[in-house]
């Protein structure tokens, strides 16, 4: 078993997909001790044979040696089993260890969560991130941070070492509300900008000089500065980020919203939109390939 002062010095980390792999290695570059994790053994192989100063690890020994461990997994009920399953790392965490969700996940989810862990005197932080796969590289992501300010406080050389801003939303729970909404204006964005250029390209608009004229104009959104060119346009819908975790996320906006009595008639177009392209594509795309599923329903027409 980790001696205190090896467990204070060590972050456990479970889930090395396309953006844990890059947060993680951005750990390991800063001088993190790292436990890794993963429902794929060839994913924790591959990262330990980059990053030699990092572990493997079963989920209880995470939960045994480390002080802070962090989930970036694909929704807040592969959060929970990791954490409160059979074998779950939260039976071996010290109380007043920290379990910090960097996950896109469920708001109430959340805060039900952290009320169980602070049952055992684990503290719970939400902190989910947005950039995408380029800046999870780069360690340039926005980290919006919700829970008790002390852990946050504690959490900062940790967080620091992945993301370039980091935003204190308040209680938990209100860094998951934020990537929510944020991905509800994304998808938005996206949306609404395909479709335009989809119809100027008909009418004979160059397509890239469009998106270079929305880009210096007042139509620009994240897609069309960081999407369209390198994704879209190309057609290579390989942005990182998933359809069906866009779809999971939109759908947790509009929950919020309903939950608070706000109406959204815009939001629950967009989000029937998303689920029908998610639908007719299939599960497995890139949430770019939104374009691809406009282009079918544009050719049936």
């Not at 396309?18 to 993680?24: F, K, N, S, V």
């Not at 007719?280 to 406009?294: E, F, R, V, Y």
């Amino acid at each position: 078993m980790a001696t205190v002062s090896e467990r204070a010095s060590t972050i456990g980390f479970v889930g090395l997909g396309r953006m844990g792999t890059p947060m993680a290695a951005n750990l390991a570059r800063a001088g993190h001790g790292l436990i890794v994790n993963d429902a794929q053994p060839e994913q924790v192989r591959s990262f330990l044979g980059e990053h030699r100063s990092a572990s493997a690890g079963s989920l209880p020994e995470i939960g045994q040696g480390a002080s802070v461990v962090i989930t970036m997994l694909p929704d807040i009920n592969v959060v929970r089993n990791v954490l409160l399953g059979e074998n779950g790392l939260a039976f071996a965490m010290a109380p007043e260890s920290i379990l910090m969700d960097m996950s896109s996940s469920s708001p109430p989810g959340t805060i039900a969560l952290g009320a169980e862990l602070a049952k055992r005197g684990i503290h719970m932080i939400d902190a989910p991130v947005s950039g995408g796969v380029p800046r999870a590289i780069s360690g340039e992501l926005t980290i919006m941070v919700g829970g008790d300010a002390a852990d946050i406080e504690q959490c900062e050389p940790i967080l620091k070492s992945m993301g370039e801003t980091i935003f204190r939303t308040g209680k938990l729970g209100t860094g998951q509300a934020m990537k929510a909404l944020n991905n509800l204006c994304s998808a938005a964005g996206l949306l609404i900008a395909a479709e335009a250029v989809r119809a100027g390209r008909r009418f004979g608009l160059d397509a890239g000089l469009m998106i270079d004229i929305l880009n210096a104009s007042t139509g620009q959104n994240n897609s069309t500065l960081r999407k369209f060119k390198p994704y879209i346009l190309p057609k290579t819908y390989d942005s990182g980020f998933g359809l069906d975790l866009m779809v999971k996320d939109l759908s947790a906006a509009l929950d919020l919203a309903a939950s608070e009595g706000v109406e959204t008639p815009l939001a629950k177009c967009c989000v029937e939109l998303w689920k029908e392209a998610q639908k007719s594509l299939g599960p497995g795309q890139d949430h770019t390939a939104i374009d691809l599923w406009l282009e079918r329903i544009t050719e049936d027409t």
